[in-house]
């Protein structure tokens, strides 16, 4: 694929940059990646010419951002530190500093709550100027109105510190901080301003309530279904900054329809997301990385299913998907029915090895199920039990190794005291049972109404022996600090062979693209911004490991019987043509660099530079 080249420096040499955040070193969900990965490309082009801005979160902050000392504060020469400077002589609570991240940008937070006291008039003038009304009952959308009006005086100050031959543009990103920009234009502030939608809000509402979304964007009322979700203020922000931005932008050609459709306004760009690759690049390494945390996703799974019964685990996949807990967007429903059409061919086909399909999200549980942490510290016995039987015997035929002088393997058993063989016998006695391994790992909070579990108790996908696909429900994200599988999410993707996300709604879907960084192979769709923008770009993707669901005019059914004949292929791979898939996967991550898609920011800004 040919990229073009970055636009030159030269180009916004007489501009300065500052894009707004939510997620400015506060990490809520995907833009966080998006603004974090993307400033390593983004400060070699501008320099000290960019600068981010972000609402201020004391905890969230606190291992993200290193405030700039005052001395350095007050003798710093950029217009961002003067505008600092002059809103803190005026009384207000402004930080700046460094974001403490590759790049380490220059970074502006500012605490919302300091406008509190003024929210009566704040939300007064939204509705007189902007017809945005606002309830006295959302405190996200007090933040989100308090953090617009602190942003516009920030622009007004800094618009006042900029030299008469330089020009401003501020890229403001989603709606809660889109609120600026309509009294950025009616202040009349010279800033050229960019404004991203990265999935409009109404339309994820859409999407989670009808299954043919897709068949009915055309015909929607936007503003009574805003009202039906009790969504409309923030969805009148979101309206007011695409129409009152100079350049409004999505981030994928599935999303330019939403915004013809419910936001009234043909975006002018497409911006497609990347990644910093070189965070993920592990060179020869990354098949050693595989093996190795393919071995501690092997002693979870030896802890849940081995006290029932056991599988060779050579012989064994690890397949998992994961993110937000929305069963249809995510494509976990078709994800599902997949599962249970491939279990049944592996049953009648006579192959070798089993799947375990992970579900990694987040849902309310009340605990860690004990059933499965007591199966986990049962296996720590055994391993213990047998790690001092092989200390004993490595010692006592070290010693009749050394004494013999017959050339024969003395008989091993001899070796071990009648203690261990008898707590080596109670262990696996106590240890092993008839039951059937748990299909979820944490008690939910109302698991009768959990979409998942509900599927696999009607398809009878409940790790049954006979069950060639194995299912392991995690309600919880990965981490370090869990009890079962005890280690990072990047880890545990790099041990698995593959990742599905075959979402119906998906306006980016980093998931599928952090896996091919990782070098795992993935499924994505046609209906995820990520599938689509693989479908236009990259010739043959099923050869560089990346797979793309179709179900864009397609019945559930067609999708997934599709889904299934990909699961169905990769499981018939042997353990060569799976390190060969691996190695081209990694060998495409380089596509996804944001050093080679930051050049469509650059033409945005170029056209936001040319309007007024």
């Known amino acids: 694929m040919q990229i ?64 700039m000392e005052e001395l350095e504060l007050h003798t710093a020469s950029d217009p961002f530190a003067a505008a600092v400077r002059t809103m803190r002589a005026a009384g207000y609570d402004v930080c700046y500093g460094t974001w403490l991240v590759t790049g380490s940008p220059r970074v502006v937070l500012i ?13 007064s003038n939204l509705w007189q100027r902007h017809g945005i009304p606002a309830p006295n009952t959302d405190d996200l959308l007090h933040q989100v109105i308090a953090f617009g009006h602190l942003s516009t005086i920030f622009f007004q100050h800094l618009a006042a510190q900029m030299p008469p031959t330089k020009r401003l543009v501020g890229h403001f990103h989603e709606w809660m901080t889109g609120v600026t920009i309509p009294e950025l234009r009616r202040l009349q502030v010279p800033v050229h301003l960019l404004f991203t939608t990265h999935a409009t809000l109404l339309g994820r509402y859409l999407a989670m ?10 015909w929607v009322n936007w ?28 981030v994928s050609e599935l999303t330019v329809r939403e915004c013809i459709y419910l936001l009234d306004r043909i975006p002018d760009a497409v911006l497609p997301n990347g990644l910093n690759i070189e965070r993920f690049v592990a060179l020869h390494e990354f098949q050693n990385l595989h093996q190795q945390y393919k071995a501690q996703i092997h002693e979870f799974v030896m802890a849940h299913f081995f006290q029932s019964y056991s599988f060779d685990l050579d012989k064994t996949l690890y397949l998992f998907t994961s993110g937000r807990y929305e069963y249809h ?58 790690r001092a039987i092989e200390q004993q015997v490595g010692e006592r035929l070290f010693y009749a190794a050394a004494a013999s002088q017959d050339h024969k393997l003395p008989e091993l058993g001899a070796m071990v005291d009648d203690y261990w063989k008898l707590r080596y016998r109670r262990t696996l006695q106590s240890w092993k049972t008839n039951a059937l391994p748990p299909v979820i790992t944490h008690n939910l909070v109302n698991d009768q109404d959990d979409d998942i579990l509900d599927f696999m108790r009607r398809a009878n996908l409940l790790n049954h022996q006979h069950d060639r696909v194995k299912m ?42 952090e896996c091919v960084a990782r070098g795992v192979p993935a499924i994505t769709s046609d209906l995820s911004g990520f599938g689509d923008y693989v479908l236009q770009t990259i010739p043959d993707p099923e050869s560089k490991g990346i ?45 996804f660099d944001w050093k080679n898609l930051r050049v469509h920011y650059d033409r945005a800004y170029a056209l936001a530079l040319e309007r007024q």
């Open 223 to 250: 503003e009574s279904e805003a009202k039906k979700f009790n969504i409309e203020p923030a969805v009148r922000m979101e309206r007011a900054a695409a129409h009152g931005s100079h350049v409004f932008t999505t």
């Open 111 to 123: 605490n919302p709550f300091q406008a509190y006291d003024q929210l009566g008039e704040l939300k």
């Open 472 to 513: 392991v429900y995690h309600p919880d994200f990965v981490s370090p600090s869990s009890p079962l599988l005890g280690m990072e999410y990047g880890q545990f993707v790099r041990g698995c062979h593959m990742g599905v996300f075959p979402s119906y709604y998906e306006p980016w879907g980093y998931t599928p693209l």
């Open 547 to 591: 797979f793309v669901v179709h179900r864009q005019e397609k019945s559930f059914d067609e999708s997934a019987e599709e889904l299934t004949n990909m699961l169905w292929d990769f499981v018939q791979l042997n353990r060569r043509e799976r390190i060969m898939q691996r190695n081209a996967v990694e060998s495409s991550a380089e596509l």
């Open 4 to 67: 073009p080249p970055a636009a030159p420096n030269a180009l916004f040499s007489d501009a300065f940059l500052v894009e707004v955040a939510w997620e400015v070193c506060n990490q809520v969900g995907g833009i966080y990646t998006v603004i974090r990965s993307k400033v390593p490309a983004t400060v070699p082009e501008w320099g000290d010419r960019y600068c981010l801005l972000g609402p201020y979160f004391a905890n969230q902050a606190q291992g993200e951002f290193e405030s």
């Open 329 to 386: 967007n995510k494509g976990f429903d078709l994800t599902l029915e997949a599962l249970a059409r491939l279990n049944h061919r592996l049953q009648k086909s006579g192959l070798e090895g089993n799947v375990v399909m992970f579900f990694i999200t987040k849902r309310p549980f009340t605990s860690i199920n004990p059933q499965v942490l007591e199966r986990r510290a049962m296996l720590d016995e055994v391993q213990e039990t047998c």
């Open 209 to 218: 309530n009808d299954p043919n979304f897709y068949d009915h964007l055309m």
